[in-house]
């Protein structure tokens, strides 16, 4: 199917992972590719400042991977910075208990790693794939103790979130208020968590482009990351 053109009234909300970047085994070391901030600065510039990386990473990492020139919603949408504000995490971290609980599921599986961001929590187990259903199990009997919490899978992580932590509301919100407000959203992601927004760019009118495989709701489909940044220059 054709991509859609990228023209001045559209409002761009793109994930970071696995669609800006590629996936990589440690996600300290993830950057923008060369040229990639100025493009999309240049490309935010274009659609009147209406272009926001949207993400599961923590709004304090995001910002040091993604410029200050453009909206930066981390936390899977629990914290927003806008262009030339200093990314803040909302005060607030998961229940202790919830925490601990967790903690003590890496300390069980060496080659595991807990990134703490908050209210969020991201449970990678990139290193022992096989391990994968155990610690599921492990982190569902957990967290029924936390209803206010859900499980969200990734790719090779699982992450312990709030309910509100939901790319769809967050580009909702976005979508209500200005520069934003009066566009038509396009929403490029490549996991589950990017599945909501893309759902909710769909409800108002907007469209949604999947990056790589797996089921999804949006009508459109690109390769990899290369493909996404090909879009991006040359769909006008
Ligand atoms: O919403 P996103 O921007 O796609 O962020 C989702 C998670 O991305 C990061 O983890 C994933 O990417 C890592 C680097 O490529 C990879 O090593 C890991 O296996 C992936 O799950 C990030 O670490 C998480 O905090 C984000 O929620």
Request: proline content about 7%; charged content about 25%; glycine content about 10%.
């Amino acid at each position: 199917m054709t991509l859609p053109s990228l023209s001045p009234d559209h409002a761009l909300f793109l994930d970071f992972d696995g669609t800006l970047t590629d996936i990589q085994d440690d996600p300290d070391t993830v950057a923008l590719p060369q040229g990639g901030a100025e493009a999309l600065v240049a490309l935010s510039a274009r659609i009147g400042g209406a272009l926001a990386v949207i993400s599961g990473r923590d709004v304090m990492d995001l910002q040091t991977r993604v410029p200050q020139e453009l909206w930066r919603i981390g936390g899977h949408g629990l914290d927003v910075a806008s262009p030339g504000e200093t990314a803040k995490r909302h005060e607030g971290s998961a229940p202790y208990d919830l925490l601990n609980g967790v903690r003590g599921i890496e300390a069980r599986h060496p080659g595991s790693r807990l990134e703490e961001k908050g209210r969020v929590l991201a449970f990678h187990y990139r290193q022992i794939p096989e391990h994968a259903d155990h610690i599921e199990g492990e982190l569902r009997r957990l967290l029924s103790d936390f209803p206010s919490y859900r499980l969200q899978s990734g790719k090779m992580v699982f992450e312990a979130k709030p309910s509100e932590a939901n790319k769809g509301a967050a580009l909702a919100r976005m979508m209500s208020a200005p520069p934003f407000e009066g566009r038509t959203p396009i929403m490029v992601g490549d996991d589950a968590t990017d599945e909501d927004a893309m759902k909710t760019a769909l409800e108002i009118g907007g469209t949604a482009i999947k990056v790589g495989a797996g089921e999804t709701v949006a009508p459109y489909r690109m390769d990899d990351p290369q493909a996404v940044w090909s879009w991006l220059s040359e769909k006008w």
